[in-house]
Each structure stands twice: as C-alpha cells, then as structure tokens.
C-alpha cells in the first residue's frame, strides 16, 4: 500500500499508561510496517507496543519525521497530540479507546478496515483551528499556550467568586462576578462549555463562544463572536483573589489581579483526517443519545 500512498511515515501515539490499548497499537503497527510504511512510535507509549527493536522519539521529532500521524486513545490523547504537532503541519487521524469520542471517530472494531482506506486516499479532511492564551503582567507576556478545545479562566483554592472585565477587540463588554469564564472553539463547544450551557457550533464555524461558569447575574449569557477577535480578561476585584488558566486540561502559572489574559485564534490550525462517511451530525446523536 505505501507506494500508492502520499503517507510515507507514520507517526503512531497512544495514551501514556493505558495498557488496554496495547493490543490494538501492537496490532496497528503490525500492519502498517507489514504494508511498507516507516512507523515511528511516540516515547511516552513505548512500552505498549510489544515487539522489539521500534524507533522511538519524542512527539516534537515525530513532527519533524512524520507526514501522518495516528493517535490511539480518546479525545484527550487527540488533543495532547494536536496542541504539540498543529505547527508542524501533521495531519492526525483517531482511533477511539474512549467513552465520549467526538475527535477520534474510528472504532476498534474495524481499524484496519478503514485505515486501508484513508491511506489510500480515501478521507475527509477538516481544519480545526486552535486559541493562544497569554498572560500579560506589567506590559510583558509572561506565559503562553494553545488549546483546541477551550481556555478557561476558573477561581482557583478560593469559595469566592472571582470578577472579571471582558473586552472584545478593544470594546468593553461586560464585568461579571462568577466562577469563571470558558473561551471555546467550535471543537470545545461539545466539552465543557457545553457543560457550562453553551450552545453546539459547528466545527466548520469560524466562531468562538464565551460561556459564563456559574455567573451571580442570571442574565450573564453565553455569546458567539467571531474567531478573528481579540478577547482581553482583567480582574476588576481589589483584593487578590486565587485564580487559574487552563488550556484545555493544562493549567497555566497562577495568575495575579494585575494580570491580563489575552486570548486570540493560533496562527497554525490542525488538520483532521476522517473516514469518507464521517457524520457530525451523527456523532452527535450517538454520543448525546438524541432521539433518532
């Protein structure tokens, strides 16, 4: 098959220490080396793949040596792997070892099946674009880092609600006294601002929804914008106040009430592969057990 194929080499990643996948990884990599492609294992699930004598290397090498890259696991393992490859341009396909799989939307049960098929050309492709937080303290970026999913700014080791002043593009929006606030893709929009009561985008929007997490003013709504805007978060309490940064589940350095958290859309989006009969629509029926 590799021949005929524009995939050349493979990058294959699974969960850190979840043995259950070992047999399908093992069974993966079998058959891709069998079918005559350069398969490169990610360190971190070395040990799962039972069979002697692999390359191994880090995820920021396999997306420098790679042209593919396979990710067996859940959404979790997907999003790990596309925050590290998305500025390297590596295409990911995944196979769902999950409970809730809205990225990685190839069973198990028919892996290989369909793996023939998308390399050999026959797949769906979407881009799914990625957030850049920053934190800005006195004039300087302190930390950054991208999610695919959300951002979200959460009261941290306080029972306090935490205010929040929200600009848009350099235009006020609102101040709110909440537990904080998610800034979401249209890939996050089925996590946990969805959890939050944010409404479902879909994945070919090129819009962000801002979610409020448990806001004091009920009328404090989610809303959608543009994915081109430029969100800015300052803290507008008087007293310090413990507050958090997640990107997706990566929690940036605590931040103060002096800070600024700017958020905007990643320059590099990353690039899905899905089977040629790939459903949103249907995905989220089954994952959200609507009626039929």
């Known amino acids: 098959m590799a021949p005929h194929s524009h995939f050349k080499t493979i990058g294959l990643i699974g969960k850190i220490g979840a ?44 997306g420098d040596l790679c ?54 050309g026959k797949y769906i492709s979407e881009e799914r674009f990625l957030l850049e937080a920053r934190i800005i303290r006195d004039g300087k970026t302190l930390f950054e880092h991208v999610a695919i999913n959300e951002v979200v700014i959460q009261r941290w080791n306080s029972t306090s609600m935490i205010e929040l002043e929200t600009c848009i593009d350099g235009r006020f929006l609102n101040a709110q006294r909440s537990d904080g606030l998610i800034i979401s893709t249209p890939t996050g ?33 989610p809303i959608v914008i543009s994915a081109d805007s430029k969100v ?10 413990g507050a958090q940064v997640m990107c997706d589940n990566v929690a940036l350095p605590e931040v103060k009430i002096s800070d600024r958290i700017e958020i905007t859309q990643a320059k590099n989006p990353v690039q899905l592969l899905h089977p040629e009969d790939h459903d949103f629509f249907e995905i989220l029926r089954a994952k959200l057990n609507w009626s039929r």
């Not at 042209?67 to 396909?93: F, N, Q, Y």
């Not at 800015?232 to 106040?241: L, N, P, R």
């Open 19 to 62: 043995t259950n996948i070992s047999p399908i990884l093992t069974e993966i990599y079998n058959h891709l080396v069998g079918n005559g492609f350069h398969v490169i294992i990610d360190h971190n699930c070395e040990e799962l793949i039972q069979i002697t004598g692999t390359e191994t290397h880090d995820l920021e090498s396999i």
């Open 189 to 221: 929009s089925t996590a946990y601002a969805l959890s939050g009561g944010g409404p479902i985008l879909s994945p070919s929007l090129h819009a962000i929804v801002l979610v409020p997490i448990n806001p004091h003013t009920l009328s404090n709504r």
């Open 67 to 120: 042209d593919l890259g396979i990710v067996v696991g859940g959404d979790g393992t997907l999003l790990t792997a596309a925050r590290a490859l998305s500025e390297k341009e590596v295409p990911l396909i995944g196979v769902n070892m999950g409970r809730l799989g809205f990225l990685v939307d190839i069973s198990p049960d028919n892996v290989l099946t369909r793996l023939d098929e998308m390399l050999s």
């Open 232 to 241: 800015e978060i300052s803290f507008c309490q008087h007293k310090q106040t």
